[in-house]
């Protein structure tokens, strides 16, 4: 059974940083991309920051770029989502993603599996 698991949300004050973490089990995702969706209270679902199964490629949502990192660990089926200078928009349920198809990903929003997701609050 595939589980992909998030940590490290919270509640932090504007300006401040998390890492939010995930980790999958089930099975090798080394040749699976994989990605952070966020979505907030009357929002719709954005695809935040992905990336490809080598970690050669990112993307990044503009509302993010120069303040999130996305990476990963295949040795350890891990992606991380390093989220700096946060603002109160940023607040959100955050939750990992694994996909098949890069295309699908980054303009379908289409992933295989899915996290529950990890609150991220950021006060003002």
């Known amino acids: 059974q595939v589980q992909l698991e998030e940590s490290g949300g919270g509640l932090v004050q504007a300006g401040g940083s998390l890492r939010l973490s995930c980790a999958a089990s089930g099975r090798t995702f080394s040749n699976y991309h994989m990605g952070w969706f966020r979505q907030a209270p009357g929002k719709e679902r954005e695809l935040t920051a992905a990336?490809?199964?080598?970690?050669?490629?990112?993307y990044y949502a503009d509302s993010v770029k120069g303040r999130f990192t996305i990476s990963r660990d295949n040795a350890k089926n891990t992606v991380y989502l390093q989220m700096n200078s946060l603002k109160p928009e940023d607040t959100a349920v955050y939750s990992c993603?694994?996909?098949?198809?890069?295309?699908?990903?980054?303009?379908?929003?289409?992933?295989?599996?899915w996290g529950q997701g990890t609150q991220v609050t950021v006060s003002s």
């Open positions: 990336i490809s199964w080598s970690g050669s490629t990112t």
């Open positions: 993603v694994v996909a098949g198809a890069w295309t699908g990903l980054t303009t379908r929003n289409e992933a295989k599996y």
